[in-house]
């Protein structure tokens, strides 16, 4: 933890579920600022990601991190350090790394050699901003009380507009919908 001290932390795991990982990326530069760190950085939530990094949702933790929390850590695989008190932790920035490029810097150190790095971001929170979502309802036929969810989701990525990541679903479900009122079909849930 004492290592962690004016550097830049690099949250570096084996994937194994997202669900698993994903308390890294969400809670990583809080984790990584109560050990004094200045910035950190988060493997892509992924097995592999061909040199594209993964982002996703992250936010800094407030108020107390209890052993009673580990249930919602993918495992309690959270280790002692990062229990405590989080109200007086700065916020610190926060990047993405590509899997591959987690793992060679893991190499890197590894050999004992020393790694500078240097961040410069320009990413910044604009405020509150108006967000949609598309719903659609077709009641069942025989059981209207027991629901049928299909969904998808759009969000964006650093390296892209987020058209696959999954609004290619949200087109996939909305089509599905426009084929079953066009074939006449009522299903029983």
Request: hydrophobic fraction near 40%; charged fraction near 20%.
């Amino acid at each position: 933890a004492e290592l962690a001290n004016g550097r830049i932390v690099i949250f570096n795991f084996q994937f194994t579920s997202y669900g698993a990982v994903r308390p890294y990326r969400t809670h990583g530069p809080s984790f990584a600022a109560k050990l004094g760190a200045v910035a950190a950085g988060i493997s892509s939530l992924a097995s592999f990601s061909l040199a594209s990094p993964h982002t996703g949702s992250m936010s800094y933790r407030s108020g107390t991190l209890n052993a009673e929390d580990r249930a919602s850590w993918g495992g309690g695989e959270l280790p002692d350090v990062f229990l405590g008190n989080y109200s007086a932790v700065p916020p610190i920035p926060c990047f993405a790394l590509s899997t591959e490029d987690a793992h060679m810097l893991q190499r890197i150190q590894r050999r004992g050699d020393v790694l500078r790095m240097r961040v410069e971001m320009e990413a910044k929170m604009d405020g509150v901003a108006l967000s949609r979502n598309l719903v659609a309802e077709i009641e069942g036929s025989e059981k209207p009380d027991e629901v049928v969810v299909m969904s998808g989701h759009y969000d964006s990525w650093d390296v892209g507009c987020g058209a696959q990541d999954d609004l290619a679903a949200s087109v996939v479900m909305t089509k599905a919908i426009a084929n079953i009122q066009q074939l006449g079909l009522r299903p029983r849930r």
